[in-house]
């Protein structure tokens, strides 16, 4: 009852602070629609309890309270509320539109994910949630909003849950929902969301940074009040009107740095940094001069945002300078629409405003990246091609580039001039065959930096296209796309000549004969099964690289193997074995109830025996485990022979302790490889052991002692690591 009464009191409490945001924003909400949704939330919500035991109403009420405090509309609130119910309960689609509108129905459906759908794989759930998303936030970037609120909430309560979990949702919200904020804009979810992130992923990098930065936050208040001091000064000198702000780099930012360019905390410039905001542009150029002139500018180290904007419509002027004390720091200068831009993104800018339905073209302009996604998309052919695509497109970072008239063209950190071309316009990259980069003759694969000004040279000649080699050679997914859409279009024959070679190449170096019907069996079948029209479509595919050769080959493959097991288990007669459910046979006894012993942990390969337990059948332990061999001294009659059988499609649990150097990066450089194995990890910690070294312990699933050893042998190849062992629990 106390229980009861307090999560009354929590709830009551949370609505109440959503209430009060919304009373004291300046903009238009329908209070009686907003309490409605609330209410009809938590009646379908009843008896639902989060991880943490508060009752699930909270969460959506979180939500909404994020979504008020980025100045979102009234619908956006709703939806907010509501976000979670078709997903969680047994209210459909149909009869949210019934009760709210469609316009709020849309916005929960583009949320909601699709769990009530079968998949043939977590992977595939993943890929088309994604594309599902991608594509209602292209028609109203709400819903991205929406759900980057409900991510940072779930971020907030998420030591909550379990370990797996945790390193599972924190892993995909800085590979995609912190970067997505960074697109739109929105800094402030983009730090919470990185540094929470990071607090699970490597708690021992970020604890040794939030050390780095206590510490120097207590020495360095001081110099911070004399660099406040004489910035004010300077501009009160000349009756400026301005706002003065500090603030010192957050923690991922600079983890980052340190793992990507491996510079020590001391060794970067801009861990401090004063913002100057005043009312025009002019004001902005010149309060840049007299910084200059107060403090020394360090060269290469001055970037204007405000002539060339960042995607995510981000403008300033950013200079680093060293005063008199000999510290490096950054000052940034922007107007206060560019600040409230650069605080709120998207929500600064957004052509529901105030309730404003009609288009707005500059806005629409400033999405253009998500349509672009939209249409490569068709081309990715699985989930590792989707975030693949994603990172690039969305999440790398930017260069400036110009076109010979001056127009500023950005692309991601590593194009080349073909990505230039295709970003220009699909005939200019189909046309090009040459470039000019600063007026000089470049190799197609030059790679862009900042500021340089790219002359594409084109033919008139009707029959000229791009080649087959661009495909390896570009770095952005709409070049790539645009490149295939050619020769699917153009080349349908030569594609097929070329599909056949590349794929009799790859099933011949898999061993797969090509003179055996059954092989052009299982290639119709394959077919058919990825959803081609016919054979002819699917060697097409490969030739303009819509698809992989190898893909399909380990595909035919895996189906001759399958189909010659099943003729070998009908036709030849199979002697009885005594082999449990486990993949284990035990000598003389027939399908019996094993279990494996926590004490071993025995995996395929690994030399075994039985013990006949009390009333849980045969216990599995490692013929090298203490207690089988204590056991076997003390009771030999109840000690079995056992041997692995049919244990190939099984997964087994196994532990590893990897002693490695106590540096920033260490786990993320373990989880990064074990993720690039496709290792499913159970549980992933660390302990610092005080001697500049640090224990990381992983539990994961493998099938046998040959993929623990694969796996062992590829973590030793990472120079942080000092040892590894296997641990028998």
């Not at 009464?5 to 009373?23: A, F, G, R, S, W």
């Not at 119910?85 to 459909?92: N, P, S």
């Not at 080349?416 to 980069?437: E, L, P």
């Not at 709409?478 to 295939?484: N, P």
Request: include cysteine; aromatic fraction near 8%.
């Amino acid at each position: 009852m106390k229980r009861q009464v307090l999560n009354l009191e929590i709830e009551l409490q949370k609505y109440n602070e959503l209430t009060e945001l919304i009373n004291a924003s300046d903009k238009f909400y329908d209070t009686q629609l907003i309490e409605t949704a609330y209410l009809f939330s938590k009646e379908h919500h009843k008896g639902q309890y989060r991880q943490s035991g508060e009752p699930y109403i909270c969460h959506p009420i979180e939500v909404a309270k994020i979504i008020v405090g980025l100045g979102f509309d009234n619908d956006s609130v709703v939806a907010s509320l509501l976000h979670d119910i078709v997903e969680d309960t047994d209210v459909t689609l149909d009869e949210l539109k019934l009760k709210f509108g469609s316009e709020i129905a849309s916005l929960v459906d583009g949320v909601t994910k699709l769990g009530k759908i079968a998949y043939s794989s977590k992977e595939e759930q993943q890929m088309e949630y994604l594309r599902k998303m991608f594509f209602a936030m292209a028609n109203d970037i709400r819903v991205i909003v929406i759900k980057l609120a409900d991510r940072l909430h779930n971020m907030r309560t998420l030591g909550a849950c379990d370990n797996d979990k945790q390193l599972r949702i924190s892993l995909e919200t800085i590979e995609i929902f912190a970067p997505l904020s960074h697109r739109l804009g929105m800094r402030k979810l983009k730090i919470e969301l990185e540094d929470t992130s990071l607090m699970y992923l490597d708690p021992v990098g970020y604890d040794m940074i939030k050390r780095k930065l206590e510490s120097t936050i207590v020495d360095k208040n001081k110099f911070i009040s004399n660099i406040c001091d004489q910035i004010t000064e300077r501009l009160n000198e000349y009756k400026l009107n301005f706002k003065l702000e500090h603030r010192i780099k957050h923690i991922f930012s600079i983890y980052k740095k340190i793992f990507t360019q491996n510079k020590t905390f001391e060794e970067l410039y801009d861990i401090y940094a004063f913002r100057i905001i005043c009312d025009n542009v002019n004001d902005c150029y010149y309060i840049l001069g007299l910084m200059h002139d107060l403090y020394n500018p360090i060269p290469g180290r001055f970037k204007d945002y405000i002539s060339t904007p960042k995607p995510n419509m981000y403008q300033s002027l950013h200079t680093t300078v060293i005063g008199k004390d000999g510290i490096p720091f950054e000052i940034q200068i922007r107007t206060w629409k560019m600040h409230k831009t650069a605080e709120f993104g998207i929500a600064a800018h957004w052509k529901y405003k105030d309730g404003i339905s009609k288009s707005n073209v500059e806005f629409d302009s400033k999405l253009t990246w998500v349509r672009n996604i939209i249409e490569t998309q068709d081309d990715l052919s699985g989930t590792e091609d989707l975030l693949k695509s994603l990172k690039v497109d969305l999440f790398s970072d930017e260069v400036f580039v110009f076109t010979p008239k001056g127009d500023v063209v950005n692309l991601p950190a590593g194009s080349n001039v073909i990505d230039f071309a295709y970003a220009i316009h699909s005939a200019v990259g189909n046309k090009m065959i040459g470039a000019k980069v600063n007026g000089k003759i470049v190799n197609l694969d030059y790679t862009l930096s900042n500021g340089e000004i790219i002359e594409i040279i084109t033919t008139s000649s009707a029959n000229h296209g791009p080649s087959r080699n661009w495909l390896m050679m570009v770095k952005t997914n709409e070049a790539r796309s645009k490149i295939r859409q050619w020769f699917k279009k153009e080349r349908r024959e030569e594609n097929i000549s070329e599909g056949v070679s590349s794929l009799e190449h790859e099933l011949k170096s898999l061993g797969v004969s090509l003179d055996d019907p059954q092989t052009d069996q299982q290639l119709l079948n394959v077919c058919e099964n990825m959803h081609f029209s016919d054979v002819d479509d699917m060697y097409a595919a490969i030739g303009y690289g819509g698809t992989s050769a190898q893909k399909i080959a380990v595909k035919v493959r895996d189906a001759l193997i399958r189909l010659k097991n099943t003729e070998e288990i009908r036709i030849v007669p199979q002697p009885k074995k005594k082999v449990s459910d486990g993949g284990v046979a035990v000598e003389g006894i027939d399908n019996c109830l094993i279990k494996f012993a926590k004490c071993c942990n025995p995996l395929p390969g690994d030399f075994i025996v039985g013990y006949i337990t009390k009333g849980y059948g045969v216990s599995i332990h490692n013929i090298n485990c203490p207690n089988a061999k204590r056991g076997l001294e003390q009771n030999p009659e109840r000690w079995l022979k056992a041997s692995w059988e049919n244990s190939e499609s099984k997964y087994f649990t196994a532990t590893i302790n990897i002693e490695a150097k106590n540096a920033v990066g260490v786990m993320a450089k373990v989880a990064s490889a074990l993720a690039d194995m496709k290792v499913s990890v159970r549980n992933f910690n660390a302990r610092d052991n005080g001697d500049d070294t640090a224990t990381i312990s992983v539990a994961m699933d493998v099938k046998n002692v040959d993929h623990l050893n694969f796996i062992i042998s590829k973590l030793r190849k990472n120079k942080l690591v000092i040892d590894i062992t296997r641990i028998n629990h």
